[in-house]
């Protein structure tokens, strides 16, 4: 099996595209088919993990505007406003159990109910879900093509974080952190750094590399190993079998977080 892919990161150069091209803020102009493009002949892989990205924030995935009101679905009690109410994410959770996962409290709380009820359901059963009046979302926000994408990840992308995430305390208690070691220095490494801090997305002194991600939150970054970070130039896990993401998930919480 040969994995070979182009990596480009740049950094000072996007700090000038934000203020130049928003859409390529992220990314090389080059990178543009990768990031928000399909392929000609779309495996399951693909198909699955672009639907994830949706499912995390579809304007960066998809190259959107992003929305400036609050989600008219959005129940009035949560505590979030704006443009985070539209994710999927902010509604159904990272571990995909809504209420009955980590968002049970805290500031994202809704009291709406985890998509483990849709695993398995037809596209077409999802599909009429996805376009009901819980999901306000319009053609120019989410195309029906697009949201097929995001049905066949409910249907079958979802994981059980459970096994190996201590849902309650938000840690990593599972995987194999010495077989994760070789998958991180031999595929994330290539943009991350050997010590996951090559890139910083906090600000200023409020750091926050992969170590931290996988530390404080292991089920946000355990979805974005499967599916990448939306509207970035990464890869993801998802062709390979799960197991290789749980120990890279289990290495990556041990690296420094500051
Ligand atoms: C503003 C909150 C909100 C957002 C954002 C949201 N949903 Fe929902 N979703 C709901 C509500 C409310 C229900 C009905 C279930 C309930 O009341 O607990 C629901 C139900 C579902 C169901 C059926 C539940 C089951 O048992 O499987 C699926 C699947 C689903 N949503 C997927 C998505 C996807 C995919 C997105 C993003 C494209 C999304 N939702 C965005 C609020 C939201
Ligand atoms: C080809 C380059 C590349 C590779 C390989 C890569 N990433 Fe990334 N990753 C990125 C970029 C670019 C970002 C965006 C960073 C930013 O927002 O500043 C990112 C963001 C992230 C984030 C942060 C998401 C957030 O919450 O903002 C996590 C976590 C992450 N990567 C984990 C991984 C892991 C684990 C691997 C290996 C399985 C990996 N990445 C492989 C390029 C890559």
Not at 52 to 62: H, M, P, T, V
Not at 107 to 126: A, L, N, R, Y
Request: net charge negative; proline share 5%; charged share 20%.
């Amino acid at each position: 099996m040969t994995i070979s892919f182009k990596i480009t990161v740049v950094t000072t150069l996007a700090a000038t595209l934000i203020l130049a091209a928003p859409a390529l803020a992220k990314h090389e102009e080059e990178a543009q088919g990768f990031v928000h493009e399909a392929p000609l002949h779309q495996s399951e892989a693909w198909t699955i993990a672009s639907g994830g990205r949706i499912y995390d924030k579809w304007w960066n995935a998809l190259d959107r505007d992003e929305p400036e009101e609050t989600n008219p679905a959005y129940p009035s009690s949560g505590q979030k406003s704006g443009s985070t109410t539209w994710r999927c994410k902010e509604c159904h959770g990272w571990d995909y159990d809504g209420e009955d996962g980590v968002y049970a409290g805290g500031s994202h709380f809704t009291g709406i109910s985890g998509i483990g009820g849709s695993e398995g359901k037809s596209v077409d059963t999802i599909m009429i879900t996805l376009r009901d009046q819980n999901h306000p979302y319009t053609q120019e926000m989410i195309t029906d093509e697009e949201m097929a994408r995001v049905a066949l990840f409910v249907s079958r992308g979802q994981i059980d974080m459970t096994p190996f995430i201590d849902i309650e305390n938000r840690t990593m208690v599972g995987g194999d952190p010495n077989r994760g070691r070789g998958i991180f220095q031999t595929t994330c490494a290539a943009c991350h750094g050997f010590d996951g801090r090559m890139l910083d997305w906090g600000d200023g002194d409020n750091h926050k590399y992969v170590g931290t991600e996988a530390a404080a939150a292991p089920d946000e970054v355990m979805h974005k190993v499967l599916n990448a970070h939306p509207g970035v130039q990464m890869i993801n896990l998802r062709a390979f079998p799960l197991e290789y993401a749980i120990d890279v998930m289990a290495y990556a919480a041990t690296l420094p977080t500051e």
